[in-house]
């Protein structure tokens, strides 16, 4: 865990990175933020990790998820409310290992945040390599998202011991909900023959999945673990060898990622493209993708249906 603890220049924070200072740190902004009597506010960068902060805390939380439903994580740019967000927050969380693209990753790591403390999950789990890169997505695998999970419960019992058995109690019936989702992730894919069990993805998101439940990943139309990139003419041509060669059954599109190059990929193998892939991103609150646990579900409804 890391923590940094230096005083917060919202002025000069704005001005590196283009946003009007006025926005920042001129007049009443508390009108965005409703009123709560919530013990800690928190600012998560992804829903996935919001989810998982709610579970833990319940009422004694106030959770802001930077990125909106079905907005792709590499790429999004923060506005200056979320700058003043992060500044008032109580704890950031987010996940690291380069997930957070561009100036959000450097506004988090270099924040000067007065009060908060900052929590990377990533880099507390046992991490995966993909194309010689560390790849972030973990959530992907429920036995890793405890760890995670914990780590959120113990931090919320630094900054509120007086909580903490609500914390702890939380956790600990949050994480049985994960390892029923283990079993019942297991028990799902016990009938599908190992020869179905190829993935080709958007990108290289499903890592922690395959590793988990035997899966082998023929590969993705944007070859590494993040989507701020075009796959050459090259990676293109060999995925598409590799798809006919494994004889893969489908082509696996997230709801946040561009579908273009997957879908003329379709047209070069034969093989459909089956989208609606929730990974980096949870989908609308009270949707059938609205939490981590109905996201994991629906995910492998997609994923079984099309490979079965």
Not at 66 to 94: M, W
Not at 138 to 144: N, T, Y
Not at 187 to 198: A, C
Request: glycine letters at 8%; charged letters at 25%; aromatic letters at 6%.
């Amino acid at each position: 865990m890391v923590e940094w603890r230096v005083r917060w220049a919202c002025a000069a924070m704005c001005i590196s990175f283009g946003i009007f200072v006025m926005a920042c740190s001129g007049g009443d902004t508390s009108s965005d933020r409703p009123s709560s009597k919530a013990s800690i506010d928190i600012v998560s960068t992804s829903s996935i990790l919001g989810d998982w902060a709610r579970q833990v805390g319940g009422d004694e939380v106030r959770v802001i998820d930077l990125i909106p439903p079905g907005v792709d994580p590499h790429t999004f740019q923060p506005s200056a409310r979320d700058v003043a967000n992060i500044a008032e927050a109580d704890l950031v969380l987010y996940v690291g290992l380069n997930l957070e693209g561009g100036w959000l990753r450097d506004l988090i790591i270099n924040a000067d945040v007065e009060n908060a403390r900052v929590l990377a999950l990533g880099p507390l789990v046992n991490t995966l390599e993909s194309e010689g890169e560390v790849d972030p997505h973990f959530w992907m695998d429920p036995v890793r998202a405890k760890v995670a999970v914990s780590a959120i419960a113990d931090e919320l019992i630094t900054l509120d011991a007086e909580h903490s058995a609500v914390y702890r109690g939380n956790a600990a019936t949050y994480i049985e909900e994960l390892e029923l989702l283990d079993t019942w992730l297991v028990s799902k894919f016990g009938d599908l023959p190992i020869e179905n069990r190829t993935l080709v993805t958007s990108h290289d998101s499903l890592g922690y999945f395959a590793d988990r439940y035997d899966f082998r990943i023929v590969g993705a139309v944007i070859p590494g673990t993040t989507t701020e990139r075009n796959p050459s003419a090259s990676e293109m041509a060999g995925l598409i060898d590799a798809i006919r060669e494994s004889q893969a059954k489908a082509i696996f599109t997230e709801v946040s990622a561009n579908d273009r190059m997957a879908r003329r990929i379709s047209e070069e193998t034969g093989v459909p493209v089956v989208d609606g892939l929730n990974v980096g991103t949870l989908g609308a609150v009270d949707s059938a993708t609205g939490t981590y646990v109905a996201m994991m579900r629906r995910n492998v409804e997609i994923i079984m249906e099309a490979l079965k």
